[in-house]
């Protein structure tokens, strides 16, 4: 019941956080793209799983380049959220399997808003 919950949770916070994008256009975006595509060091790896942790990775810089400060604290807790669930799923044998499939529809369901501050995950 609680791996249940856990990717529920995790689904229903993938899906909600694009609603909570911001009303105005971003500002100019930079054109030169993040190091951030480049693969998470060690000390910065949350799963251990590359497409997970690169993904987080990509969320955090979008989050700290790009997205204005009023949007970001909700932003922040959501990817809290996903890191610790995440790091829980990949500690645990049976729900670490599904886990790159759940961050696929993660990374999916946050593109198009973290496209709309000028961000590419």
Do not use: H
């Not at 916070?13 to 975006?29: I, V």
């Not at 930079?30 to 799963?47: E, F, G, I, L």
């Not at 989050?63 to 990949?90: C, F, H, N, Y």
Request: overall charge neutral; charged content about 15%; proline content about 7%.
């Amino acid at each position: 019941m609680s791996k249940f919950r856990t990717l529920a949770c995790l689904l229903l916070t993938a899906a909600l956080l694009p609603g909570c994008s911001k009303s105005e256009p971003p500002a100019a975006p930079n054109s030169a793209a993040p190091a951030a595509a480049a693969a998470p060091s060690t000390a910065n790896a949350v799963t251990g799983i590359s497409d997970c942790d690169q993904f987080l990775s990509a969320y955090e810089q979008c989050l700290s380049d790009k997205v204005p400060e009023q949007a970001r604290a909700q932003m922040k807790l959501g990817i809290d959220q996903w890191k610790s669930a995440w790091r829980d799923m990949a500690n645990n044998a049976a729900t670490k399997d599904a886990l790159p499939q759940i961050c696929q529809q993660a990374r999916a369901s946050s593109k198009p808003t973290l496209d709309a501050y000028g961000c590419s995950i």
